[in-house]
């Protein structure tokens, strides 16, 4: 490839290069002859404007239109329950991609230990430090009183919310989980949407009730949170060899939650229908499906 000079070509950089194919990428450009031609245009390309017209179409075809009309909140408002003294970093995460991909509004319900850090992370997060574990509690009547704070601070912005994710960074404190089975059960009661992940699967397995029959659940079970729930709900192994049909029945077990479950191809089930996904998102209704949903 010809040097590029810093005079005409401007953007010609590897960080450039590296950028454009991961916006090829996502854009779905995923089969082998078309990834081939788009590295071999870039690799081709030997002048600064050339580069920056093309990174600026990619942007353009991907980012939503102003609308003059709109306010901040109508785009999502998102709850983020977890983070503890121990796990900061994973509800920093889910907060801050919800902003990322385009929710207006993110807040993290944490305890008192974790706010400072997360509220370091990002400005741009809204974090509430009222959680609190086992160590600040003096006795029953003290756990009485701060359960029923906790779940009063939390009612109040409740019906702001369109979703909660319950579980990143949470940690396994009694007291804590026990604070958030309470603020899930109304969240159930007031139909919001509940994504349930790390630790808050660790929660659901060993009460299932929290989440059985609610359609508006979704789980997003790693290998070894899926094992727990299956040997909890189907009680038997995983079997991979006949992985829809079982995560057909895990989610049927569990009353028609939504389960996806991770792995190199992702499935997807609400007990209904089963959907596998490539890691590049795509999705193909399975022949095991028994329904179709729009």
Known sequence: MQQLKPSNCLL????????????????????NNQTHHHQSRMNSMICGSDLEADALGILRSITPAL?????????????????????????????????KIGADLSHVFCTKDAAPVIKSYSPELIVHPILEESYSVRDDEDKRSISDDVLAEVVTWMERFDCLVVGPGLGRDPFLLDCVSNIMKHARQSNVPIVIDGDGLFLVTNCLDLVSGYPLAILTPN?????????????????????????????KGIGGV?????????????????LPSSSLGHANISPLAKGNRP
């Open 223 to 251: 290998v070894n949170e899926y094992k727990r729930l299956v040997q909890k709900v189907l009680n038997c192994e995983v079997n991979d060899e006949d992985a829809p049909q079982q995560l057909l029945s895990l989610a």
């Open 12 to 31: 010609g950089s590897s960080s450039i290069i590296r950028r454009q194919h991961f916006l090829i990428r996502v854009l779905g450009c995923s089969s």
């Open 67 to 99: 609308d003059p009309s709109r306010y901040k909140g109508q785009a999502g408002k998102i709850a983020v329950i977890g983070g503890c003294r121990e796990y900061t970093g994973a509800p920093y995460f889910s907060a801050i991609s919800a902003l």
């Open 258 to 274: 939504t389960i996806l479950r991770k792995g190199k191809s992702d499935l997807i089930s609400d007990g209904e229908t089963v």
